[in-house]
């Protein structure tokens, strides 16, 4: 098993929260997807907020969440906003 931290974007905070709603390594993470992790982290912690589901993207994909494409954002957000 491959630690969380080991990803990009992916800092000890997120990975406690990720660990608290059963997601403790990477390859679960990469598993269920952005959408899943985000879905799961925001019914026990209602504060996470879009830039934690780019988080979630960019660490998947191994790209700096702020550098994915316009396109993959406006999804995310999408996504997000059904959640608000």
């Known amino acids: 098993m491959t630690e969380l931290t080991s990803m990009k974007n992916i800092g000890k905070e997120l ?20 959408k899943e992790a985000f879905f799961k982290l925001k019914k026990r912690f209602p504060e996470v907020c879009l830039v934690h589901l780019y988080t979630l993207e960019g660490a998947i994909t191994d790209t700096d969440f702020n550098k994915l494409s316009e396109e993959k954002k406006k999804e995310l957000k999408a996504f997000s906003d059904e959640w608000k």
């Open 15 to 34: 990975e406690r929260k990720l660990k608290i709603t059963g997601i403790t390594s990477a390859e679960e993470l990469r598993s269920i997807g952005s």
